[in-house]
């Protein structure tokens, strides 16, 4: 997927990721929608309904983007991952790298590290074996990571 040749369908895989990571709590200012969820910043014309209808639910577009980098590259990363013959058999894979440390640009971006959310739900340092994955939630899946000793009968990455 690029931007060139992104899909309507890629389009909206892309606007859930982002609402999947939706902050804990809200002012009363976001909440009426007049400040960015995110950044609590005063929003303008250039703001975005992330649920057209729903006004609770604005961010500014700067908020917004760094989340939209942030759902691409773990999506070019996943993808990656799933793909690759040299990846699925645990074998170095620069083109996985380079697409981690895009997600990992992307995550600091927003202020935030890689957590292993499959097994020990530590923090992934950028030197240690990890992958991106989807876990099962309650309702939905989620997109994650996980270091790769944390995944029962994987090849270490």
């Known amino acids: 997927m690029t931007l060139m040749t992104i899909t309507p369908e890629d389009q909206e895989w892309l606007h859930r990721l982002v609402m999947l990571r939706l902050?804990?709590?809200?002012?009363?200012?976001?909440?009426?929608?007049?400040?960015?969820?995110?950044?609590?910043?005063?929003?303008?014309?250039?703001?975005?309904?992330?649920?057209?209808?729903?006004?609770?639910?604005?961010?500014?577009?700067?908020?917004?983007?760094?989340?939209?980098?942030?759902?691409?590259?773990?999506?070019?990363?996943?993808?990656?991952?799933?793909?690759?013959?040299?990846?699925?058999?645990?074998?170095?894979?620069?083109?996985?790298r380079g697409r981690r440390v895009q997600n990992e640009a992307a995550c600091a971006a927003l202020g935030e590290t890689l957590r292993c959310t499959a097994g020990c739900l530590l923090p992934i340092g950028s030197g240690e074996r990890a992958v991106a994955v989807v876990w099962d939630g309650l309702t939905q899946l989620y997109p994650g990571y996980a270091h790769t000793v944390c995944l029962p009968g994987e090849a270490p990455r």
Do not use: K, N
């Open 23 to 96: 902050p804990d709590q809200l002012t009363p200012e976001s909440r009426a929608g007049r400040d960015c969820m995110w950044c609590l910043a005063a929003l303008d014309a250039t703001s975005i309904d992330l649920e057209p209808g729903v006004t609770r639910f604005r961010s500014c577009a700067v908020c917004y983007l760094a989340r939209l980098a942030w759902a691409i590259t773990w999506g070019d990363w996943y993808t990656h991952l799933q793909s690759c013959g040299a990846c699925q058999q645990g074998a170095l894979c620069m083109v996985a």
